[in-house]
């Protein structure tokens, strides 16, 4: 005998029409349900019971063993984009107590008929709602961005995290959970921080206005926000700061007093908790330019016209010479005693998490230093962030659509060229051989999703959707790619040339790709970064020797 079901998430796919050159996206029955949430544009999801319309907010559940497809609507301003999330679903089996796959057929129809949630009949596609939107778009997104963590605890971070958006999902859409005038009196409630964020708001009196108890109202609130009520009333707030800090000269009191805030001290640590740098820094940088040193992350600062006072560089590596930052002086990070001198000291810094290895935590005595936590393959959240600080939001989008245009362009280009042709990536050091994944780190995300390339089946075997892994020299000779892309990293070579003794091994001159003169090799700083020029320029490297 067997408990009721739990679902787990499985994976998230992004799929942007932008860079499709179909306007059909297809699948074939499969084990797993499939949740369909819609981002942007219209379409239309049909499968063999019938038609289902897509538009932005649009959240379809298709049951597990069903086919169907997405089709975009042509002629729409806005292109079709959405996720599709796949979840898998165990039992908990009573005697044992242990979780078990799902193994036959009377087992999958008591589980459809769990799926079906808010309707007694069995169906194949079930639609839902979700409010806020912007919440429901933010947990995805980042539920795609770390989806592919390995760390035990940080896997089951993702997993909670996608339990808890499940459960808001079947809560906003079951009656019996929660009145429809309930969910109306928060949404007014919402509504009604918006507009009087400047005011005294206590918890209190927001769920009096509610009509329901504070225990009840701030459960309910979080379900509906994704915030307490008190979070979401500072984020209002400091939202409308950040406007008037750009377009008055009132002092920081006053706007501090004018957005709700009765303690300027107070504001200015909410704002800085909130946007990384102070207000006065936040201000400055939106009306003037600034001497910025940021070791690494010089390709974001180009990106929105700013250019660095220094250039990071390494004692191994060197430094991102793609940028051609030539006139701009060198900064070892490598060195954790080095300093700056006197006439290149920054005003502000930016940092990545790899500041730790660096020890560069210490030039917080220098300047205010703005910590970047996103992971950098969302490199246009990097990008976005950056903006804010700088103070050059207005250059965002446009540097974002110059690229997905150059990628779909190179696409389009690539898909007749390259037909079925499979693509691998290799780094190479003295100390050994690293094969680099297809759906995450520096080289994934451009060459096979923005590019459509095919990654050799051992790129995605032996990587199960980690960054990269480490292969030995039996494992090298399996790897059949029909096109091969290689860097070399010197970091651990002891005399000049040591990392490419591989090219004089037999496992490597017999490779296919070897023979037919299919090997491209590439700059090692240029494809080991993120960010959009570095992108861009992988992007011009693949039609220069493949294209």
């Known amino acids: 005998m067997t408990k009721p079901w739990l679902c787990f998430l499985q994976r998230i796919q992004y799929v942007d029409y932008t860079l499709e050159t179909s306007s059909t996206y297809s699948v074939q029955q499969t084990e797993a349900h499939s949740f369909i949430i819609v981002v942007q544009g219209r379409g239309v999801l049909t499968y063999s019971e019938g038609q289902t319309k897509l538009e932005p907010g649009s959240i379809c559940l298709v049951r597990a063993d069903v086919s169907f497809s997405v089709t975009a609507d042509v002629g729409e301003e806005e292109a079709l984009t959405f996720y599709k999330m796949d979840m898998n679903s165990m039992f908990e089996d009573s005697c044992s107590g242990k979780l078990m796959p799902i193994q036959n057929n009377l087992e999958k129809q008591a589980i459809n008929r769990e799926i079906s949630l808010v309707t007694d009949n069995i169906i194949s596609v079930i639609e839902f709602t979700y409010t806020p939107w912007s919440a429901c778009v933010e947990c995805i997104e980042q539920l795609y961005r770390q989806q592919h963590v390995t760390v035990v605890h940080d896997v089951w971070d993702v997993q909670i995290q996608f339990q808890q958006w499940f459960r808001d999902v079947i809560r906003q859409n079951d009656p019996e959970l929660q009145p429809n005038h309930d969910r109306t009196s928060l949404q007014q409630s919402v509504q009604y921080i918006e507009s009087h964020y400047n005011q005294i708001l206590t918890v209190d009196e927001l769920a009096s206005r509610a009509g329901l108890s504070r225990t009840s109202y701030t459960r309910h609130?979080?379900?509906?926000?994704?915030?307490?009520?008190?979070?979401?009333?500072?984020?209002?707030?400091?939202?409308?700061?950040?406007?008037?800090?750009?377009?008055?000269?009132?002092?920081?009191?006053?706007?501090?007093?004018?957005?709700?805030?009765?303690?300027?001290?107070?504001?200015?640590?909410?704002?800085?908790?909130?946007?990384?740098?102070?207000?006065?820094?936040?201000?400055?940088?939106?009306?003037?330019?600034?001497?910025?040193?940021?070791?690494?992350?010089?390709?974001?600062?180009?990106?929105?016209?700013?250019?660095?006072?220094?250039?990071?560089?390494?004692?191994?590596?060197?430094?991102?010479?793609?940028?051609?930052?030539?006139?701009?002086?060198?900064?070892?990070?490598?060195?954790?005693?080095?300093?700056?001198?006197?006439?290149?000291?920054?005003?502000?810094?930016?940092?990545?998490?790899?500041?730790?290895?660096?020890?560069?935590?210490?030039?917080?005595?220098?300047?205010?230093?703005?910590?970047?936590?996103?992971?950098?393959?969302?490199?246009?959240?990097?990008?976005?962030?950056?903006?804010?600080?700088?103070?050059?939001?207005?250059?965002?989008?446009?540097?974002?659509?110059?690229?997905?245009?150059?990628?779909?362009?190179?696409?389009?280009?690539?898909?007749?060229?390259?037909?079925?042709?499979?693509?691998?990536?290799?780094?190479?050091?003295?100390?050994?051989?690293?094969?680099?994944?297809?759906?995450?780190?520096y080289v994934g995300p451009v060459i096979y999703r923005d590019l459509g390339l095919n990654p050799h089946e051992y790129v995605t075997q032996w990587t199960q959707h980690e960054r990269r892994v480490d292969i030995g020299l039996e494992q090298l000779s399996q790897l059949w790619a029909d096109h091969l892309l290689i860097t070399f990293d010197t970091r651990d070579s002891l005399s000049f040339g040591e990392e490419r003794q591989l090219l004089d091994r037999t496992e490597w001159r017999q490779l296919p790709a070897v023979k037919s003169g299919n090997v491209y090799e590439v700059d090692f700083l240029t494809w080991m970064n993120y960010g959009v020029i570095s992108h861009g320029n992988k992007i011009d490297d693949i039609l220069r020797f493949i294209g």
């Open 221 to 441: 609130f979080k379900r509906l926000t994704g915030q307490l009520p008190l979070d979401y009333v500072n984020r209002v707030r400091l939202e409308r700061s950040k406007q008037l800090l750009q377009i008055t000269d009132d002092r920081l009191h006053d706007i501090a007093s004018h957005v709700g805030f009765n303690n300027e001290y107070y504001f200015s640590r909410r704002f800085k908790q909130y946007s990384g740098v102070s207000p006065g820094v936040y201000r400055r940088h939106h009306r003037q330019e600034v001497r910025v040193f940021a070791p690494y992350l010089e390709d974001f600062l180009l990106a929105l016209g700013v250019k660095p006072i220094l250039q990071g560089s390494h004692r191994a590596w060197g430094k991102q010479r793609y940028l051609q930052l030539d006139d701009v002086p060198e900064f070892d990070v490598s060195q954790r005693d080095a300093k700056f001198q006197a006439e290149h000291i920054p005003e502000f810094i930016m940092l990545d998490m790899g500041y730790k290895t660096w020890n560069l935590d210490r030039f917080e005595q220098v300047a205010p230093v703005y910590y970047v936590h996103q992971e950098g393959e969302d490199w246009r959240a990097i990008l976005k962030s950056a903006a804010d600080v700088l103070g050059r939001n207005n250059r965002v989008q446009d540097v974002i659509e110059s690229y997905e245009d150059k990628a779909m362009e190179a696409k389009k280009h690539l898909q007749g060229r390259m037909r079925k042709e499979s693509v691998a990536f290799l780094r190479v050091s003295a100390s050994g051989i690293t094969l680099y994944g297809d759906q995450s780190g």
